[in-house]
């Protein structure tokens, strides 16, 4: 099956400041990769999705950007704000019998710092 | 509508109890997921509905028992849990198609049940 790997597991940026998460994936077959934002006591959020067919997606401030041969993704937000700090995961998917498959990265604590 | 509800927010239970998890959604969607998160932990995904039938059990106890009644609802009826069950249920919807459509269709999440098993 899919297995995501994601880096760093913690992140501190000064607010204004860029912030750069990365994911490798093992299955060539996956074809989406979403990346969702978890803020405490809260379901994730989709904040940005890529599909296999586009390198790079810009959505204001965050952007993601995918290597397809090296089988890895990254999200990049740029000018950092103070509720930017939550858990951002990344996630790959693959076809199923039915629904859609998603496999989560680790996970990554971003902190922004005033 | 763009929201995915579950309820109740938070459930404590003992260990012979039984209760249910609950989801809604009037996206028009016609997948439907449950999954389980543990702190500090991704989301970990144990059943999926398509067009409200069982289309994928990722090897989860029987103690857990899914339900789809309807294209809007779905439940987790809970019985004989274990302490080591607490989690955040997450329950999440996405639209449902055919071949590489199905791939990409975005999944949307409730904001998940607090459950304690005492």
């Known amino acids: 099956g899919e297995n995501v790997e994601q880096h760093p597991s913690t992140l501190s940026v000064q607010e204004g400041d860029s912030a750069v998460i990365k994911c490798t994936y093992s299955d060539s077959a996956s074809n989406y990769f979403p990346w969702y934002k978890q803020e405490l006591g809260k379901g994730p959020q989709l904040i940005i999705d890529i599909r296999s067919n586009v390198g790079e997606k810009k959505d204001q401030r965050i952007a993601v950007t995918l290597n397809k041969t090296a089988k890895h993704f990254s999200l990049h937000i740029t000018e950092t704000q103070p509720e930017d700090s939550a858990v951002y995961f990344c996630?790959?998917?693959?076809?199923?019998?039915?629904?859609?498959?998603?496999?989560f990265g680790t996970g990554t604590q971003l902190k922004v710092e005033l | 509508d763009t929201e995915v509800t579950q309820t109740p927010k938070h459930l404590v239970m003992g260990m012979t109890n039984k209760k249910s998890l609950k989801c809604e959604q009037h996206?028009?969607?016609?997948?439907m997921y449950w999954y389980k998160q543990k702190a500090k932990k991704p989301p970990e995904l144990m059943f999926v509905?398509?067009?409200?039938?069982?289309?994928i059990n990722e090897s989860v106890p029987s103690r857990f028992s899914p339900e789809c009644p309807n294209s809007s609802l779905l439940n987790l009826h809970l019985h004989a849990l274990q302490p080591e069950d607490s989690a955040l249920y997450l329950c999440?919807?996405?639209?449902?198609?055919?071949?590489?459509?199905?791939?990409?269709?975005?999944?949307?999440f409730g904001p998940g049940t607090r459950l304690t098993v005492l």
């Open positions: 999440a919807s996405s639209q449902e198609g055919s071949g590489r459509r199905r791939l990409y269709n975005e999944q949307f």
């Open positions: 509905y398509s067009y409200e039938k069982l289309s």
């Open positions: 996630a790959a998917s693959g076809l199923t019998g039915g629904g859609n498959k998603l496999t």
């Open positions: 996206m028009g969607h016609r997948a």
